[in-house]
């Protein structure tokens, strides 16, 4: 009897070697172009917002819209414009709240409120421009006229005041002393001094926040003579000119004794 032979099978005891380079299928690659691709397009538009971002703010101030940093307070800035005797408010008033515009241009105190005020307007919500300017006319009493437009609604110009400055209203304009805080101006042996306060040309394109139920001042100038330059001295209440809103809620309110 035959024994069938055995046949050895050598395993080897160590795995095939794989190459450790690497290897992209077609998806990784597609993969791969597409992150990268998405990932110039964002920093693309990252780049054209911020662009836009400072254009808008550029543009915003060129216009005098100033920003809104709380929707909550009335933010204000003063325009500034290229006529004489004209000047110029963007006024954003919060939601829900109602004002009363007031001019005078007699017995302006240094402070609080005139006591007999000139009625221009009820203001609401939104933000409006309003332009006040004084046109002195020849052989005319000159005359001031308020104008305002909603920006936010967006509406047409309104005159909400066209009013004939009487003699004593007007006299502080022929020594008014211009854009400035404060200055003396000469004319001849007299002297005038010139006090400005609220949102005016110094410094420029600056927004200001205010407490919303108390009044707005938007601009304080009074007019009036003193010995010399040097003279500090004010009087209580003189001629010039007081713009500035009163909250509804505020004006009315009933003090219990």
């Excluded at 939104?126 to 046109?135: A, P």
């Excluded at 003579?225 to 001295?233: A, L, M």
Aim: proline share 8%.
């Amino acid at each position: 009897m035959n024994t069938p032979e055995k046949h050895d099978v050598h395993v080897s005891d160590t795995p095939k070697r794989r190459s450790w380079g690497i290897r992209f299928s077609l998806l990784s690659m597609i993969l791969l172009v597409t992150v990268v691709a998405l990932s110039i397009s964002h920093w693309q538009m990252f780049e054209q917002l911020s662009q836009m971002k400072v254009r808008n703010e550029q543009l915003s101030q060129a216009l005098g819209i100033p920003p809104i940093t709380d929707s909550t307070k009335v933010t204000a800035i003063g325009v500034p414009v290229m006529t004489q005797e004209s000047w110029e408010w963007h006024v954003f008033l919060p939601d829900g709240k109602e004002y009363d515009l007031y001019v005078a241009f007699t017995h302006v105190p240094g402070e609080g409120l005139p006591e007999n005020p000139i009625h221009v307007e009820s203001l609401t919500n939104g933000e409006v421009r309003i332009n006040l300017s004084i046109d002195p006319q020849e052989h005319l009493p000159p005359t001031v006229t308020v104008r305002g437009r909603y920006v936010v609604p967006a509406q047409d110009v309104q005159t909400m005041l066209y009013h004939g400055l009487s003699r004593r209203e007007a006299s502080w304009l022929a020594h008014y002393g211009g854009e400035y805080r404060e200055v003396a101006r000469g004319e001849g042996d007299k002297w005038y001094r010139t006090s400005s306060q609220g949102l005016i040309d110094d410094p420029e394109f600056v927004a200001t926040t205010f407490d919303p139920d108390q009044p707005i001042v938007l601009r304080r100038t009074r007019v009036f003579p003193i010995e010399n330059p040097s003279d500090d001295e004010q009087p209580k209440t003189c001629a010039g000119m007081m713009v500035w809103l009163v909250p509804k809620a505020a004006e009315d309110e009933v003090v219990d004794p």
